[in-house]
């Protein structure tokens, strides 16, 4: 896995990212790998990195440690997350002695250094949300904590997105809200995820991966394509950053971005192009 992660950013480090995050593991080795791997990013390439930090499995004295640790080796980006909960767990719960939710976590991290924070953004609703608008309101408590940017859980549904953004707009969310763009590779396992987090998946993007299968090279065409057009929609909204969840498989990225118009040589200014 660790030679995959490394592949997946030198085939993306040409096109220039504006950063690349790394995903958090609560607890353990998990945790520690991806504490290595953000300082390893930022030591050893030209990138940007974002770490990624839960509330969840540590107080705050640890994870205001890790956010020092951060800060003196030079990362001064974090996308700031409440976390899941632990597998085998009947619901989330917060740390005794830790940040209960992320507007405590951006607030705790702005304690510690003047960070670039991004947070979560749900088009459809955290699933544990009782409403739209008081997901939206916990989203502008955040930024009020000291949020820099949104970046939302992915969608397929453009137009929901733009009301979404709307909304947040008129609740005075002024902040960048960056698209999650998902390259879908593996329908069932998207589709399962997609229930546990909130995110609806259309009939015809089921249609698109029918009978597909057995037939890996055709599910990435079709992948490839589906996420392209999805970011050419949202062009048409005025949305000019694109937040790719590569899940370590950089080329269905590097692929989208070529048929977006960008291309390697042409990034010499680092363009507004996240991978997660």
């Keep these: 896995m660790e030679k995959n992660l490394w592949a997946s ?18 607890g353990g080795t998990t945790r520690e790998r991806t504490h290595s791997t953000v300082r390893r990013i930022r030591q050893e390439t030209t990138l940007e990195p974002a770490a990624h930090l839960t509330c969840v499995g540590a107080d705050r ?27 085998g767990a009947a619901g989330y719960t917060p740390h005794p002695g830790g940040y209960a939710y992320a507007t405590d976590l951006v607030a705790g991290l702005k304690s510690v250094g003047d960070f670039e924070i ?7 609703g955290h699933p544990e949300a009782r409403s739209k608008d008081e997901d939206l309101d916990n989203l502008k408590r ?24 709307e909304r947040a707009r008129k609740a ?14 593996n329908f069932a ?10 995110t609806s ?32 929609a949202l062009r048409a909204l005025g949305c000019d950053d694109f937040h790719f969840y590569t899940l370590n498989r950089a080329d269905l990225t590097v692929a989208i971005c070529r048929r977006l118009g960008l291309k390697p040589q042409a990034a010499a200014a680092p363009p507004p192009v996240a991978a997660a």
């Design 201 to 232: 998946v259309p009939r015809w993007l089921a249609d698109m991966f029918d009978g597909l299968d057995q037939d890996p090279e055709t599910r990435r065409l079709v992948a490839c394509t589906v996420a392209a057009e999805q970011a050419g």
């Design 189 to 198: 396992q998207v589709t399962k995820f997609s229930g546990a987090c909130g």
């Design 172 to 185: 005075g969310i002024t902040v960048p809200i960056v698209p999650g763009v998902l390259p879908v590779t």
């Design 61 to 87: 004295a640890e994870i205001d440690q890790v956010a020092r640790d951060y800060w003196a080796a030079g990362i001064r980006h974090i996308v700031a997350l409440r976390g899941d909960a632990p597998a």
């Design 142 to 165: 955040k930024i009020d904590a000291g949020a820099t940017r949104a970046i939302t859980q992915y969608f397929f549904d453009v137009e929901l997105f733009a009301r979404f953004l």
């Design 9 to 26: 950013i030198t085939k993306l480090a040409p096109l220039g990212p504006a950063f690349v995050s790394v995903t958090y593991g609560a």
């Design 118 to 124: 991004s947070v979560a953004a749900y088009p459809e």
